[in-house]
């Protein structure tokens, strides 16, 4: 089991910054891949970033150039950076972590963005 707590959500105005952290514990040893997905009120949950193992990353079109992945895997954490944040961002994020076999999601953190 892997257990999964997020933290760093909350109100910003349009164009400003919060950096979301996703701190992992359990047998995280089975884990190859971590990432921040998103759902909006009404909408599907949707993939923001990913972040292998070896460190490689993939992000949504949506937040290209404005939103930043990384993980400390002495701490065993993952971030979102993420910066000129819009109105359209307002969701709740989710920690996921997963390979082929497990996945786990974390309890969320809302993110709102004033206009």
């Known amino acids: 089991q892997v257990q999964l707590v997020e933290s760093g959500g909350g109100l910003v105005q349009a164009g400003g910054s919060l950096r979301l952290s996703c701190a992992a514990s359990?047998?995280?040893?089975?884990?190859?891949?971590m990432g921040w997905y998103r759902q909006a009120p009404g909408k599907q949950r949707e993939l923001v970033a990913i972040?292998?193992?070896?460190?490689?990353?993939n992000y949504a079109d949506s937040v290209k150039g404005r939103f930043t992945i990384s993980r400390d895997n002495a701490k065993k954490t993952v971030y979102l950076q993420m910066d000129s944040l819009k109105p359209e961002d307002t969701a709740v994020y989710y920690c996921?972590?997963?390979?082929?076999?497990?996945?786990?999601w974390g309890q969320g953190t809302q993110v709102t963005v004033s206009s």
């Open positions: 996921k972590a997963f390979s082929v076999t497990v996945h786990y």
């Open positions: 359990g047998s995280i040893f089975s884990i190859n891949i």
């Open positions: 972040i292998t193992s070896s460190g490689s990353t």
